[in-house]
């Protein structure tokens, strides 16, 4: 893979390179004007005229090639920004394929959990009828039996106001009421 083009120090750099061709250009333009006027007085030759008009053309073509370089390094660096975007998009987009998941599985698991508590409240519930009809056919006390739904039901309200979690010592407490040890 390819390193990452450093692309604020390159667009640095070529900008130096850029001022320092300019600079040079005004120079061979000001040479240009006097070795204009000497050719004409015949006090220089038009080879050194014609040398200073080959550089000035390769000084503008240099600083043409470096503005091109600064746009080209421009559109590298949107490529790149681009391509991260797309990268990130990408991984965003596959983690929320797994948190989806997730919830999927949450959720089926809750579904599972509900179905469960049901049968164990109509199963608690037909026990409480069935310990009544016993308890007063021996004339036994049922009372805790018969507050064993309200208790259940009490029970699961809270722990629906806390998602389902029990504080310190609740749990303990629950049981002991289920049971009867108040």
């Known amino acids: 893979m390819s390193e990452v083009m450093d692309f604020a120090a390159t667009r640095e750099q070529l900008r130096e390179q850029l001022e320092r061709a300019e600079l040079e250009l005004v120079d061979v333009r000001d040479r240009l004007g006097e070795l204009a006027l000497d050719v004409q007085l015949g006090s220089a030759p038009q080879a050194d005229l014609e040398k200073a008009r080959a550089q000035q053309v390769a000084l503008t073509a240099r600083a043409s090639e470096l503005q091109a370089a600064l746009a080209a390094v421009d559109g590298r660096e949107a490529e790149h920004v681009a391509a991260e975007a ?70 699961i309200n809270a722990r629906l106001g806390h998602a389902g979690i029990f504080r310190p010592g609740e749990q303990e407490a629950a049981e002991r009421a289920l049971a009867g040890q108040t």
């Open 86 to 155: 797309q990268k990130q998009r990408q991984a965003d987009e596959k983690r929320l394929e797994e948190l989806q998941r997730t919830c999927d599985a949450a959720g089926a698991q809750v579904i599972d959990l509900a179905r469960q508590l049901g049968a164990a409240l109509a199963a608690g519930d037909s026990a409480v009828q069935e310990a009544d009809v016993l308890g007063r056919r021996l004339d036994a006390n049922t009372v805790v039996i018969a507050q064993w739904p309200t208790t259940a039901r009490r029970l």
